[in-house]
């Protein structure tokens, strides 16, 4: 099983730019996809962005353009950078691992961004 800490939340002014970072340890299998998630008050959780074990990646229509996902260079960090915040980005985000024997959740990270 995965543990997954997450680290870079916080606050910011509309317009400005966080970036999200996700360790992941433990046993995992080198063919997983990992991700970052969202969710705001009184709304469903919902994928932000997305990212294989072969790099490939996909985003939310809502974030293209303004936010990526990258790994480092051990495969074991999940970064995502967060670039022309909006209010509606307000919410906690989440880390996701998977791989075939496991679907693990980090803590979640306030992320606000004040108009």
């Known amino acids: 099983q995965v543990r997954l800490v997450e680290s870079g939340g916080g606050l910011v002014q509309a317009g400005g730019s966080l970036r999200l970072s996700c360790a992941v340890s433990?046993?995992?299998?080198?063919?997983?996809?990992m991700a970052w998630y969202r969710q705001a008050p009184g709304k469903q959780r919902e994928l932000v962005a997305r990212?294989?074990?072969?790099?490939?990646?996909n985003y939310a229509d809502s974030v293209k353009g303004r936010f990526t996902i990258s790994r480092g260079n051990d495969k074991n960090t999940v970064y995502l950078q967060m670039n022309s915040l909006q209010s509606e980005d307000t919410a906690v985000y989440y880390c996701n691992f998977v791989d075939t024997r496991q679907n693990s959740w980090g803590q979640g990270s306030q992320v606000t961004v004040s108009s």
């Open positions: 433990g046993s995992m299998s080198s063919n997983n996809a």
């Open positions: 990212i294989t074990s072969s790099d490939k990646t």
